[in-house]
């Protein structure tokens, strides 16, 4: 993590669901360049001993104007997404990076299933963007849960995609009972996708406890362990 920190300011802010909200920053000193699936650090001046890091992934590919689309859900109590949430266009924030290895597999000669919860969605639709962008044409199916109907992400953006793109394949499925929910509904849906083949690269992101049951399900039914991608974000 040796990147130097920076002040970003924020260009602007947007609510993209009753609890998600998207901010678009530029980073004043240098220009960040990242690959879809990376992450910067916020240093946020908040919490017992300040700065306190959060990590956020980037919503788009990068720009030519350098700016980062971030994207992330307002956590109840949680310390970092709430200071965000009062932030404004013209306000200053500390960022670094960047740094993952949430990255497309190279070379991408395989399908890919893709799954997320929630804001964990923002990475792999900067990938989508990334790959339909460069044509490229493996089949990909996306199964996305959200904890309710007002709550999915990218829904109307993610529709069109799949109208546009006949090797792509969206399946968004609601969990209000939240990560446990959300697990039980994935696996019912992946279970006679990867039962006896395991033709796709499986990406999974969201929380520890959706991840890694998920996770724990594709290894028992074949997958090497490093063969599933994971970012998980706490
Ligand atoms: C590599 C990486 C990339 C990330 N990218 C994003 C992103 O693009 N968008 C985004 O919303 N968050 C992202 N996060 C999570 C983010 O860094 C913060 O952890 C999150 O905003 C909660 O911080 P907080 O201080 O508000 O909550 P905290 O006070 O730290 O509370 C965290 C608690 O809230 C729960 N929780 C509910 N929703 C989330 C959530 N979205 N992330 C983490 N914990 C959650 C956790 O289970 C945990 O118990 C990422 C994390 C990592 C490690």
């Known amino acids: 993590m040796a990147e130097p920190t920076q002040p970003a300011t924020v260009l602007s802010v947007l609510d993209l669901t009753p609890h998600v909200r998207q901010l678009v920053l530029r980073p ?3 220009r960040i360049l990242f690959q879809p699936g ?7 001046p908040v919490g017992p001993k300040p700065p306190l890091n959060r990590a956020y992934s980037m919503a788009d590919p990068s720009s030519p104007y350098g700016e980062l689309t971030l994207v992330f859900d307002r956590v109840p109590g949680g310390l970092g997404s709430n200071y965000l949430y009062q932030l ?14 949430f990255l497309l597999p190279q070379p991408l000669d395989r399908e890919l299933l893709l ?4 804001t964990g969605l923002v990475p792999i639709r900067c990938l989508l963007k990334q790959m339909f962008f460069a044509k490229l044409q493996v089949p990909i199916l996306l199964i996305a849960v959200a904890p309710a109907e007002d709550e999915l992400l990218f829904h109307q953006e993610l529709l069109t995609m799949a109208v546009q793109h006949h090797s792509f ?8 009972g939240g ?8 696996l019912l849906m992946l279970k006679p996708l ?18 890694r049951p998920l996770r724990a399900y594709l290894t ?3 997958y090497d362990r490093k063969e599933v991608r994971v970012e998980t974000y706490d």
């Open 28 to 30: 004043k000193t240098k």
């Open 169 to 176: 394949r969206y399946l968004p499925l609601m969990a209000p």
């Open 88 to 101: 404004r266009s013209g306000d200053e924030v500390p960022l670094s990076g960047p740094y993952g290895n």
């Open 220 to 222: 028992e039914a074949g």
């Open 38 to 44: 990376q992450w910067v650090s916020l240093k946020l």
């Open 194 to 211: 990867v039962e006896g083949q395991l033709a796709a690269t499986p990406m999974l992101c969201g929380t520890k406890a959706f991840v």
């Open 179 to 186: 990560e446990a929910e959300a697990v039980e509904k994935a």
């Open 115 to 118: 799954v997320a919860r929630y």
